[in-house]
């Protein structure tokens, strides 16, 4: 069964410090996505990516946030100078069309802002 | 714009007793619904989703849903539950197959007692 792989699991990161949170997708799917998880909360979408473009973005991605699919295969979130309230688990979601349709997630890196 | 409301955020059964989570979208147009699981500190799997087609929808585990448009609802069941099956459960909807974003409803925290 293909997989979306997401690395690191854990980030441990000072407040003010950028990190780069990567995904890698599977491989035929062409729509890729970030969600947000805060401790006990729902999970929110963040951003999808089409094309080497954004193709929506929520409110909560302001201009802290970019994402880059910076070659063939991986798919990457940069926070720029993060603070106490980015601490959550943030999902990589990949998804086909048509027959192909659904949402496949990976399993999280857990991001911890001190 | 389209949302999802779980009613109840804690359901417990006894193991061996039906399982019934539910889940009411509201969409304005032909929605595709998804039931995610997810455990303690693991990611978001799929358990079923209805595009098209067959209201009544198997998935993984035991688990099967019934797309209801009069009712707009896509009901969780499992006849029989197992102690495996505590864990968190997530229903989702998208009304675009084509790279539209996943909305998650608030979550429901199914505990199996013995």
């Known amino acids: 069964e293909p997989e979306v792989t997401q690395t690191p699991s854990h980030q441990v990161t000072q407040m003010g410090q950028e990190v780069i949170l990567r995904c890698v997708p599977i491989s035929n799917h062409l729509y890729f996505y970030w969600y947000r998880q805060i401790l006990g909360q729902k999970v929110e979408f963040l951003v999808s990516?089409?094309?080497?473009?954004?193709?929506?973005k929520s409110e909560i991605f302001d201009d802290q946030f970019s994402v880059e699919r910076p070659d063939g295969s991986n798919f990457t979130l940069k926070i720029r100078s993060t603070k106490l309230e980015d601490s959550a688990m943030y999902f990589c979601a990949s998804s086909g069309q048509g027959s192909n349709y659904g949402y496949t997630f990976g399993s999280g890196t857990r991001l911890t802002v001190v | 714009a389209q949302s999802v409301t779980q009613l109840g955020s804690h359901v417990s059964v006894s193991e061996g007793a039906l399982v019934l989570l539910r889940c009411n979208y509201s969409?304005?147009?032909?929605?595709?619904l998804f039931w995610y699981v997810q455990y303690p500190n693991q990611g978001l799997q799929l358990l079923l989703k209805?595009?098209?087609?067959?209201?009544l929808v198997k998935g993984i585990n035991g688990f099967e849903a019934e797309f209801k448009k009069s009712e707009t609802s896509f009901h969780l069941t499992k006849p029989s539950a197992h102690m495996s099956d505590a864990a968190e459960y997530f229903c989702?909807?998208?009304?675009?197959?084509?790279?539209?974003?996943?909305?998650f409803g608030q979550g429901t925290e199914l505990s199996v007692k013995p």
């Open positions: 969409s304005s147009v032909p929605p595709y």
């Open positions: 990516f089409y094309n080497n473009e954004i193709s929506e």
């Open positions: 209805y595009t098209t087609g067959a209201t």
């Open positions: 989702a909807v998208s009304t675009d197959n084509q790279g539209g974003k996943l909305i």
